[in-house]
C-alpha cells in the first residue's frame, strides 16, 4: 500500500525460535505488518523516509500471545474491562488474548462472541480472540451451538473456570468439536473432589484449617479425557496443569500420538503452596498452588516440552472479593502484565533458552490457537514486544495497570520487562524509564 | 531491688525499674507460635485466679473501665458465657453480640463489621467465626486486642490453655505425658490448639479417630496417629475426646454415630487401655453415646470435664490482662518462667 508509514527497528536482537531466528538485526515494518528482517537488514543504513527505532541491542520478539485472559466485559466491569485489559497486556508485552468465559459472562452464543469480537476491534491495542462455551451457560450440561460460535469466530471451546464434569457431554463435545478443528479445553478438576476445597491439601491446609484439594483431583479428570479422546479422535487442551501426576499422563499420552496440548500459567512455576502463608487470599487462586514437588515438574514439563504453552491465567477480582476469610474470599489472580518477567524467570533460572521461553508465550499458543501471531517473518501482523531481557525490578500491585491489583506475585522482585509494544504496526506502548 | 549483678541498694540502680516479664501479647489468636515461656506464663497467671473465682467476692478491678466486646459469629453458649464472666469478674464492662450467620447475607462484611465495633472504641473483642483466619483477618483491621475464640477449623486458643491448666493442676506438669485426642480431628480448631501447646510443652500427643477424619500429613505436627482406639490409648496419662462436628461435615465422615460410637465411643472397656489414673477430657458440649459413654463422662475419679470449665473462666480472666497490659508487674517467680518446659 503505498503511502504506509515505515519503521525500521535498528540494533535490535531478533528472538523467534520457531522461524529460527535468534540474532542481531533489524527489522522493517510497513504499514501493519513486517515488511523485511534479518541480520543484513540496513548494513549500509536506513533509507530517507523510513522512521528509526533503536533498539540498543534489546530483544525484538513476536508480540506475546496470552491463551487465558478472563475480562469482566458484560459484567463486574468494575473489575476489569476490554480496554483495561488490553492496557495492562501491552504494558506487558501482550498484543493477543484469548478471552475466556466466566462465570458471569459465559459467551455461549454467536452474539457475546461478536460483541467481544467488536470490542476488541474498537480498543485496537491488541487482538481479541473470544472461546465459546461448551455447554449451555458453562452448566455442564447442553451443548453449545458449536458450529455457529465457531463461525463466529472462536478459538476453542471451553467452560471456563468450571471442569466439565460429565463424560458423556465431554465425549460429545470432543466428537462434534472434530467438524471444526477446534479444541476442547479442561479446567482439570474433579469437582466432587474439589467441592469446598480452599487450598492444596497438605501439611499447610491441615495446619491451617482449610479444607485440602488433592493433587489427584486434577489427574483423575485428565485421564478420563485421554480415555475419551481416543474414542473420538478429538482434540483436547488441558488448561493450567500444576500437578507432576498430570504432566506424567499428558506426556505419556502425547508419546501415544494423542492430540492432547497443555499449557501453565507462572504462579504454578514461580509459586508454591507455602505463599498462602497466613490465610493470603491473593494465593487463593483455582487450581490451588501445589506442593514444592509439583512446581518442580512443573519447571521440567516446560523444559522437556510436554508443557506446551504458558498462559497467565489472568482473573481481575476487586478487593471486595479478596478481603474476606479465606474461604469466602474468590479465587484467581491476575497476571497479564507479570507475564513476561515470570516467563523470563525461567531464562534466568537456566530453565529453559531465551528463545524457548519467548516461545511458550509467542509461537506455540498462536499455532495451538491457529492465529496469525506469535511469529517473526515476512508479511506477519507487526505486533512486536521490545523486550530489556536484564532489567531489574520489583513487581507492586499499586504500580499495575489493571483495574484489580490481585497479583500473587505482590513485591517480588523480577529480571526482564517490556520497553515498548506494537501493536498492528503502532507503537501502543512504551515504558517510562 | 537488685541490679543484674547483685548489687543492692546502688542509688541509681534503685530507681531502675525491674524488666517487665510480663507477657502482653497484642492479641491472642493461635497458640502456635507461642513459646514455652509464654505458655507456662499464662497458665500461672491463670492459676492465679482459679482461688479467686472459688472465693465468695470474686471482682477483682484489673479491667475497671475496660469494655469487652464478645462477637460470636457462631453459636456458642460455654466458651462466649465462660468470656463474659472472665471480663465481669476483672470489671470490664461486657457486651456480647452474636451476629447470626444471617446478617452475613444483609450484606455487611467482616472488615465492615469489625470496623463498625472499633469505632465504638472497646479495648478487646473476643471473636468466634466460622472460618478458618477469620479473626486474623479481623484483628488487622481493629485497634483494640483480638482474642480468638475459635475460627473455623484452625484455632481455639484458650480452651487448649484451660486443658494444660487442667492437667498442670492434676498431674503437677505437662512434658513427659502421653495425652490422646479422639475423634474428629480433622473439623478440630481445639485438637489443633491442644496439639501445639502439648507438642510445645514437651508432651507425647496421639491422635485416635477413623482415617476420614483424620486430616492429611498431620504427622508433620508431630503427633502418633492411631485407627484402633486400644492401642491409642495404651499407656495415656490423658483422654481427650472430641465430639462429632457435623455442622462442617460435607457429606459422610462415619457412616453412622452408632458405629462411630461402636469403634470410637469412649467406654469403661477402651479406658482401661489407658494408665489406671487416666483422667478423661472432653471440650463440650458433650454427645452422650456418641463420643462418650455416660458412665465414663460422669465417673469423679476419671472425668475433669467440669473441672475444664472451671479453669476456663481463670484462663480467659489471664489471657484478657495479658493482652490489655493489666496483669501484676510480678506474676510469678522469675527462675520458673526461664525453664522452657516444666519438668
Known amino acids: 500500500m503505498n503511502g504506509a508509514e515505515r519503521v525500521a527497528f535498528v540494533n535490535a536482537r531478533l528472538v523467534d525460535l520457531a522461524s529460527g531466528v535468534d540474532g542481531p538485526g533489524a527489522l522493517l515494518v510497513e504499514g501493519r505488518h513486517i515488511a523485511d528482517l534479518g541480520p543484513r537488514l540496513f548494513a549500509d543504513g536506513v533509507p530517507e523516509g523510513v522512521k528509526t527505532v533503536d533498539c540498543r541491542g534489546d530483544v525484538l520478539a513476536p508480540g506475546l500471545v496470552d491463551m487465558r485472559v478472563t475480562v469482566h466485559e458484560t459484567s463486574e466491569t468494575h473489575k476489569e474491562n476490554l480496554v483495561s485489559a488490553a492496557q495492562a497486556a501491552v504494558a506487558g508485552g501482550v498484543t493477543a488474548m484469548a478471552i475466556i468465559p466466566g462465570p458471569n459472562q459465559v459467551i455461549d452464543s454467536p452474539a457475546q462472541v461478536e460483541f467481544l469480537i467488536t470490542r476488541g476491534l474498537k480498543t485496537a491495542l491488541t487482538d481479541v480472540y473470544p472461546y465459546g462455551a461448551v455447554t449451555r451457560g458453562t452448566e455442564g450440561q447442553a451443548l453449545t451451538e458449536m458450529g455457529l460460535l465457531a463461525e463466529a469466530g472462536v478459538v476453542g471451546f471451553t467452560d471456563g473456570p468450571r471442569a466439565l464434569a460429565d463424560a458423556d457431554t465431554m465425549r460429545r463435545a470432543l466428537s462434534y468439536g472434530t467438524l471444526f478443528g477446534l479444541p476442547i479445553i479442561q479446567h482439570p478438576e474433579e469437582p466432587s473432589l474439589a467441592a469446598g476445597g480452599q487450598m492444596n491439601e497438605g501439611e499447610i491446609s491441615t495446619r491451617l484449617g482449610l479444607q485440602g484439594i488433592p493433587a489427584a483431583a486434577e489427574v483423575m479428570m485428565i485421564e478420563r479425557d485421554l480415555r475419551l479422546l481416543e474414542l473420538t479422535n478429538g482434540l483436547y487442551h488441558v488448561a493450567h496443569v500444576t500437578t507432576a501426576a498430570a504432566i506424567e499422563v499428558i506426556g505419556a499420552a502425547k508419546a501415544r500420538g494423542l492430540a492432547v496440548t497443555c499449557d501453565t500459567a507462572p504462579p504454578y512455576f514461580g509459586l508454591n503452596e507455602t505463599a498462602v502463608g497466613e490465610y493470603r487470599t491473593f494465593a487463593k487462586l483455582s487450581p490451588p498452588l501445589r506442593a514444592e514437588s509439583d512446581r518442580e515438574a512443573v519447571v521440567e514439563g516446560l523444559r522437556d516440552g510436554t508443557i506446551d504453552v504458558i498462559a497467565s491465567d489472568h482473573l481481575p477480582q476487586d478487593p471486595d472479593s479478596k478481603r474476606l476469610p479465606f474461604a469466602q474470599a474468590e479465587p484467581g489472580g491476575i497476571g497479564l502484565e507479570t507475564l513476561l518477567p515470570l516467563v523470563l524467570e525461567l531464562y534466568h533460572g537456566g530453565a529453559l533458552g531465551l528463545g524457548e521461553a519467548l516461545a511458550k508465550v509467542t509461537s506455540a499458543p498462536a499455532r495451538l490457537l491457529g492465529l496469525d501471531a506469535g511469529r517473526l517473518v515476512k508479511g506477519a501482523p507487526a505486533n512486536l514486544a521490545l523486550i530489556e531481557v536484564e532489567a531489574p525490578w520489583k513487581i507492586k500491585e499499586d504500580d499495575l495497570v489493571s483495574k484489580s491489583k490481585n497479583t500473587p506475585f505482590d513485591g517480588r522482585p523480577v529480571q526482564g520487562r517490556c520497553r515498548a509494544t506494537v501493536f498492528a504496526g503502532r507503537m501502543v506502548f512504551e515504558a517510562v524509564h | ?343
Open chain 2, 1 to 343: 531491688m537488685r541490679s543484674a549483678r547483685g548489687q543492692a541498694y546502688s542509688p541509681v540502680l534503685m530507681n531502675t525499674p525491674a524488666p517487665d516479664t510480663r507477657f502482653a501479647p497484642r492479641h491472642i489468636l493461635g497458640i502456635e507460635g507461642l513459646s514455652p515461656v509464654e505458655i507456662t506464663y499464662l497458665l500461672d497467671a491463670a492459676d492465679g485466679f482459679v482461688a479467686l473465682n472459688r472465693s465468695r467476692q470474686k471482682k477483682s478491678d484489673s479491667l475497671r473501665g475496660l469494655t469487652l466486646i464478645n462477637l460470636f459469629f457462631e453459636d456458642s453458649t460455654r466458651t462466649r458465657t465462660s468470656f463474659e464472666l472472665a471480663g465481669k469478674r476483672l470489671g470490664a464492662d461486657v457486651i456480647n453480640m452474636s451476629v447470626a450467620t444471617s446478617s452475613v447475607h444483609k450484606g455487611e462484611s467482616l472488615i465492615d463489621t469489625a470496623m463498625t465495633l472499633n469505632a465504638m472504641h472497646p479495648d478487646v473483642l473476643v471473636v468466634r467465626h466460622p472460618h478458618s483466619g477469620a479473626v486474623q483477618l479481623l484483628s488487622q483491621k481493629v485497634t483494640c486486642a483480638v482474642i480468638n475464640a475459635g475460627d473455623g477449623s484452625h484455632e481455639h486458643p484458650t480452651q487448649a490453655l484451660l486443658d494444660a491448666l487442667t492437667i498442670r493442676r492434676r498431674k503437677g506438669t505437662i512434658g513427659g505425658l502421653v495425652v490422646t485426642i479422639c475423634g474428629d480431628i480433622a473439623h478440630s480448631r481445639v485438637a489443633r490448639s491442644n496439639i501445639h501447646l502439648l507438642i510445645t510443652m514437651g508432651a507425647r500427643v496421639r491422635l485416635v479417630g477413623p482415617p476420614t477424619l483424620i486430616p492429611p500429613m498431620i504427622e508433620r505436627m508431630g503427633v502418633e496417629v492411631f485407627h484402633d482406639m486400644k492401642e491409642g490409648l495404651e499407656g495415656a496419662d490423658i483422654v481427650m475426646i472430641l465430639r462429632l462436628q457435623l455442622e462442617r461435615m460435607r457429606g459422610t465422615f462415619v457412616p453412622s454415630l452408632k458405629e462411630n460410637f461402636h469403634f470410637y465411643g469412649l467406654d469403661a472397656d477402651k479406658l482401661a487401655a489407658a494408665k489406671p489414673d487416666a483422667l478423661v477430657m472432653h471440650p463440650g458440649p458433650i454427645n452422650r453415646g456418641v463420643e462418650i459413654d455416660t458412665s465414663v463422662a460422669d465417673d469423679i475419679d476419671r472425668s475433669v470435664i467440669t473441672e475444664q470449665v472451671e479453669m476456663g473462666v481463670a484462663v480467659r480472666m489471664a489471657c484478657l490482662e495479658a493482652v490489655t497490659g493489666t496483669a501484676a508487674a510480678t506474676p510469678a517467680p522469675k527462675a520458673r518462667r526461664k525453664n522452657k518446659a516444666r519438668p
